[in-house]
Structures are given as C-alpha cells and as structure tokens.
C-alpha cells in the first residue's frame, strides 16, 4: 500500500488536514496546562502544609514560653506570702493554672518541681547516694572523683586519665556539677538509671535519678520570717542571751566550747544534752549544754557561717520518701516518721525547729548527725511546659530550672524538646 503524501491531497483534504494538527496541538497544550496547574497545586497544598506547620510549631513554642511564665508568677506569688514551702502551696497542686489552659489555636499544662526536695549531687556522701535505686559502689565513687578537685582514683571510680583515653575523651570536671545531665558524662551512668526505664507505670525503681537527684539546691542563710540568723561561732554571750532568750548558763557553754569554731549547728547537741530544761537552768552561771528543747527552739535561728547561701539543704516538706531514705542512709523509721508527721500538718513544718515533734528524729545522734542537711523552704524550682496545637497536634515541650529569690526570677537552665 503506498502512502498518501500530502502533493497528492485534494486542497479539501489539506484544510481538514491542518485543522486535525491544530486540535492535536490544542489537546497538548491542555494536557501540559493540566499537568502545570495539577503540580502548582500541589506545590501550594504542601506550601499550605509547610506553613501551617511552622505557624503551629511557632504557636506551641510561645505557648510553651506561656506555661513557664505563668507558673514563675505562681512562684512569686507564693514566696510574697509564704515563709515555707510544702505540697500545699498553689506551685505544688494548681489545676486552675496549670492544666490544659487554653489560648488561641492551643493550650499547655505546666508541672513544678521543688529542686529543694532532692539530694544535692554536690554535696551528697557516698554513703547517701549508695541508698539510691540501682546505684553501684564504682558509679558513686566515680560521682565523688567527678567532683572532686583531685586526681586521687578512689576504688571504683575514675579520673581524668578514663575520660581522656575514652575513644571520644573529654576532660573531667573537678568541681561540682553544672547541670543533672552533665552526670551523663561520668563513668558508668547511661541515660536509663539518669532518666529511668520505659512503660507505662513508673515506680520508684525505674524513675531515674534526675527525679531524685539535683546541683541548684540552696537555702539563704536567714530564719523562718526572713530575719538575719545569729551566728553562734561570733556571737558574744550577751547577743546569744537577748537574740535567742536562751539561760545565761547556755549562752557560756556556747562561747566555751566553740573554739576553732562549731562545723554545724548539730554540734550543739551532746551526749549529755537532757530532753527539757533543767530546774533553775535559766538562773545558773554555770554553763551547760542545751537540751532539746530549746535546741530545736532555736535551731532555725541560729548558724555557724556568714554565707548567704548554704548549699544543698533538703526541704523535709517536700522530698520524697526515697530522698529521704537516702538522706537519712537508709533510716527508714526517720523517713517514715516525718512523711507521717508532714502529712498531718495543713500546710507542712514551719521551720526545723518542728522536727523536734518527730521522736525519732528527735534522737540526739540523728538531729546531730542531720540538722545541718535540712531545710522548710525553696529558692530553685523546675518548671516543665508543654504546648499541644489544636490544628495538627504539634507539640512543644521546654524545661526551665528557675531560681526564683533572684529578682527578677533567673533562668538558669532551659532546654527545649525535654520530657525530663
């Protein structure tokens, strides 16, 4: 068969011919139009998406920024008006305030944790940190090298020539910790026993130590009503008499045996410290040890440094049973004893004075032993917020470790993206 060629077409032929092209070119052009118009539309819906991504994210990072303004106000609020810190305090339990609080396109729930209910990690003993779940012999010993200003390996732990040698070294601290995850660094710590185990139920076993453990705990060197505590290592015999209203028989045996100086207020207590005052003990120039009485009546209102801060102080209102424990190097009648005390207290002890109401705190080796440790109120508060969009569900976390004595409030941690 021989084909057509277009010389050979009738002039009929040759129109309907051209107008076929044409309809042919117009049916290319409207597919490429399609495809154009399919793909521009495209690229605009995952345009949108991009952008409502990012403006969700930009929501939820302000609302974030939100939750921790708000419950920093909370703080100050209740230092205004507080001498004390406990569980009853609105920072501790504030549904109102800090669960599910709605703003514009979003909302965010804020929970405050009492940095003054941990162990301070720096200054911590072995003997204390060894009471804490899953803690070994060579991790504490090597927390202590961590921190201390020496090279002297202790039995089980490490110094600088570990970390140096490590395939990726690093230098050891030699000082306190910083930050909690600094603990990362240290020999034998991995980021289960630090942030704890997965699952649904958290016990006290797989909750970590970052629950239990901090390096911002402070107490200011000041009594219950924020008055200027006596300093029992400077103080004559007539200032110990009129600030304290205590005998003239305990003001002498203060200034007698103070010496190079008493290391803690504890030291005040004696074996031969008697439960209550003795008859005519107010009228006597012979001096005497304080009984126990007025040792607690005093204890809140006396020191034995200049120091503003004092660092690491526990609040016994607020740490948990296991801080406790530990502190306490596994004494769990004494731990056990001041949560059943707390718990029936409205709003937690005064001061360290009432620790006098807890018999077996009571005992003069443990308050000797102990007294210095502890503390009724906070400085240093974690504050965790999470912002949730309603749109798309982006979520935003932020961790801020406040100091909130500092005015304004200081921020001296933060870290975005932290469940902990």
């Given at each position: ?11 009929a ?17 409207i ?24 403006a ?72 204390q ?38 395939p ?138 200049d ?12 740490a ?24 029936g207290l ?75």
């Amino acid at each position: 068969m021989q084909r057509l060629k277009v010389s050979d077409m009738s002039l009929a032929d040759k129109e309907r011919l051209k107008v076929g092209l044409v309809l042919v070119g117009v049916l290319w052009v409207i597919v490429l139009l399609t495809v154009i118009m399919t793909t521009v539309a495209h690229t605009s819906r995952l345009d949108t998406r991009i952008s409502l991504a990012s403006a969700e994210q930009m929501r939820c990072k302000w609302g974030s920024r939100a939750g921790v303004e708000t419950a920093i106000a909370v703080l100050n609020d209740d230092f205004a008006t507080n001498y004390n810190d406990s569980f009853a305090d609105l920072w501790a339990s504030n549904p109102a305030d800090f669960n599910d609080v709605p703003l514009d396109g979003c909302s965010f729930t804020v929970e405050v944790t009492d940095e003054a209910g941990k162990l301070n990690i720096n200054t911590a003993t072995e003997e204390q940190l060894m009471q804490l779940p899953n803690m070994t012999a060579e991790i504490a010993d090597s927390i202590l090298d961590w921190r201390d200003e020496d090279d002297n390996i202790s039995e089980g732990g490490a110094e600088a020539g570990y970390y140096i040698n490590l395939p990726y070294g690093y230098e050891i601290r030699n000082g306190n910790f910083k930050t909690m995850r600094e603990l990362l660094l240290v020999k034998g710590v991995t980021p289960v026993l630090l942030y704890g185990g997965s699952g649904a139920e958290i016990t006290e076993a797989s909750a970590g130590w970052i629950h239990y453990l901090t390096c911002y705990s402070y107490e200011k060197n000041t009594d219950a009503e924020g008055g200027s505590r006596i300093n029992i290592n400077k103080a004559n015999e007539n200032r110990l008499r009129r600030a304290l209203d205590i005998s003239r028989s305990y003001a002498g045996w203060i200034v007698d045996n103070r010496k190079d100086g008493f290391k803690g207020i504890g030291e005040l207590i004696t074996n031969d410290s008697p439960s209550k005052p003795k008859e005519g003990g107010r009228d006597s120039d012979e001096p005497q040890p304080l009984d126990m009485e007025t040792f607690f009546k005093i204890a809140d209102k006396i020191t034995v440094t200049d120091e503003e801060l004092i660092p690491g102080k526990v609040n016994v209102n607020t740490a948990p049973a296991v801080v406790l424990l530990a502190l306490f190097e596994g004494d769990e009648q004494v731990a056990a004893d001041i949560i059943a005390y707390r718990s029936g207290l409205a709003d937690g002890m005064a001061d360290i004075g009432d620790l006098g109401q807890v018999k077996s705190f009571a005992n003069k080796n443990i308050a000797r032993n102990f007294i210095d440790q502890l503390t009724t109120r906070s400085s240093v508060f974690t504050i965790h917020s999470a912002a949730r969009a309603y749109a798309t569900e982006a979520a935003r976390k932020v961790e801020a470790v406040v100091d909130r004595d500092k005015s304004p409030a200081q921020i001296l941690y933060r870290r975005t993206g932290a469940d902990y």
